[in-house]
């Protein structure tokens, strides 16, 4: 086992901007023009985000689980007997494949790792099958970040090209007036901070969203879990190394106001084990950038240290 960390051994890297909240805009009304069923309007709240649109922005709570992904069969049955299952995600969910910003001394990192209260992280993400992606796939520039519990998360659907052009060239895009905000705060942290992508993650996800009294509830099951350090790419053709066991598989309950007490009942006998992980610093420790902290998911699965070519068709 590697090192642990303590604060003392988190390299300077505190530059530029200060540690302030940047205002969250309000979420979206589901659209007009069909009537919302209890079915519809649940899966509008659990998945409304994904559809090209203007800017979207909301706030949650987020718990994360560690399972045997052996007991994924039992636990996805008890799941889609209460909640509806995602619409985007039949035959055994989609792929999610994100590329991370961050700077040359893992600012963002570390500020996971030391528990900073106000955090944030900035990522270009595509949902679905990745050896399609090309400049015109529309993919969403998203800032996600932590105040004290809560989680908030703003992005906006670009084609590839012009997400790129943002991220990575620094160039003032063309955009709607109400994602004026977002984009320059985009910009700023990637011209202030001098960002870049320093890696890429991809799993399989397959979505629960809840009805009736657990409108706004979300649940995910995350398998799979891999990332590159490299060819940062999102349609790349290249290696992806499995940077969570494979016989651990990721659960996310993610609640705009408290987890109801039947999935809290679930998880206690199920025996999900609570777990401080976060995806893209699994994948900066996987390979190397990073000494592996103590939130590193370890397994003595020899499998967890293959490096394997995961076709696209698998994401």
Known sequence: MGPRFTRSTRPPDRAAE?????????????????????????????????APSKLHAFNRY?????????RVAALREQLAARLAPDSHGADGGYGVWSVYYDTAGLRFYWEKIEGLRFRRKLRIRHYGDRSMVDDDSTVYVEIKQRVNR????????????????LCDERVLIEHDRSQRGFVAEVLG?????????VAMTGYQREAFVGQDADLGLRVTLDHRVRGRDRDFHLGADAENRL?????????????????????????????????????????????????????HIHDHDPAADLTAAVPGSEA
Do not use: M
Request: glycine residues 4%; proline residues 10%.
């Open 62 to 70: 987020e718990i994360k689980y560690l399972v045997d992904t052996a």
């Open 243 to 295: 940077i969570v066991p494979p016989s651990r598989s990721i659960v996310e309950v993610k609640a705009n106001e408290r987890v109801p007490y039947w999935l809290t009942d679930l998880a206690a006998r199920a025996e999900l084990q609570v777990v401080r992980v976060s995806k893209y610093c699994q994948s900066v420790e996987a390979f190397g950038r990073a000494p592996r902290s103590i939130f």
């Open 189 to 197: 942290l990637v011209s202030g901070l001098d960002l870049r992508p």
């Open 18 to 50: 200060p540690d302030t909240a940047p205002a969250v805009e309000p979420g979206t009304a589901p659209a007009a023009g069909r009537p919302a069923t209890p079915r519809r309007a649940a899966d509008q709240a659990g998945h409304a985000l994904r």
């Open 150 to 165: 809560v989680t908030q998360k703003r992005r906006i659907a670009l084609p590839y090209r012009t997400a790129r052009r």
